[in-house]
T-cell receptor, first 113, second 114 residues
Framework: DGGITQSPKYLFRKEGQNVTLSCEQN?????MYWYRQDPGQGLRLIYY???????QKGDIAEGYSVSREKKESFPLTVTSAQKNPTAFYLC????????????FGDGTRLSIL | AQTVTQSQPEMSVQEAETVTLSCTYD???????LFWYKQPPSRQMILVIR??????QNATENRFSVNFQKAAKSFSLKISDSQLGDTAMYFC???????????FGAGTQVVVTP
């Protein structure tokens, strides 16, 4: 079955360490997105990409970086510059046609050690 | 900037009853899309329903229906015949551009009790 795979499910980060969250999709979707979810809040957009080798900052991009070297992959790096990284991270994708709903992965829970 | 407001942090409903969740949004655009997503305790984000702004007919999906009032910028979700499996956080979301970006509300926690 087609879908979006996020790994790992749980991730722990030490102070000063960069960590990378994986997101892979086999839906042949053009557009991919990263969201952050904090307790009791909605999702906030970190980065998004519509085509390979191109991506745009979302509302809360500071302290994060991404790459889009392949259509199916959109990894997110949480850098040491992100001072409050503890959150639930969700990856999503769409076909890239306007108005189509986003499909989501199961998420990664990042915590600070 | 577009904003999405869900004014009910939590709602409780008994099995088989009906509950309505409110959502309002702010935009100057005329063509856009609205969604309701459900996030159960597993934290998966599941699409519940989609509405196109240029369609006057309210969308329905089985027990889920919306009341879309474009002039009032309101997009409420009605859950009929509530089931225990409907217990989840429900998010209203607004999409306005060809990038497919979504603006989410803060969510409404729905608890279905026996």
């Amino acid at each position: 079955d087609g879908g979006i795979t996020q790994s790992p499910k749980y991730l722990f980060r030490k102070e000063g360490q960069n960590v990378t969250l994986s997101c892979e999709q086999n839906l042949n979707h053009d557009a991919m997105y990263w969201y952050r979810q904090d307790p009791g809040q909605g999702l906030r957009l970190i980065y998004y990409s519509q085509i390979v080798n191109d991506f745009q900052k979302g509302d809360i991009a500071e302290g994060y970086s991404v790459s889009r070297e392949k259509k199916e992959s959109f990894p997110l790096t949480v850098t040491s510059a992100q001072k409050n990284p503890t959150a639930f991270y969700l990856c999503a994708s769409t076909p890239g046609v306007s108005g189509q709903p986003q499909h989501f992965g199961d998420g990664t829970r990042l915590s600070i050690l | 900037a577009q904003t999405v407001t869900q004014s009910q942090p939590e709602m409780s409903v008994q099995e088989a009853e009906t509950v309505t969740l409110s959502c309002t949004y702010d935009t100057s655009e005329s063509n856009y899309y609205l969604f309701w997503y459900k996030q159960p305790p597993s934290r998966q984000m599941i699409l519940v329903i989609r509405q196109e702004a240029y369609k006057q007919q309210n969308a329905t999906e089985n027990r889920f229906s919306v009341n879309f009032q474009k002039a009032a910028k309101s997009f409420s979700l009605k859950i009929s015949d509530s089931q225990l499996g409907d217990t989840a956080m429900y998010f209203c979301a607004f999409m306005i551009d060809s990038w497919g970006k979504l603006q989410f509300g803060a969510g409404t926690q729905v608890v279905v009790t026996p």
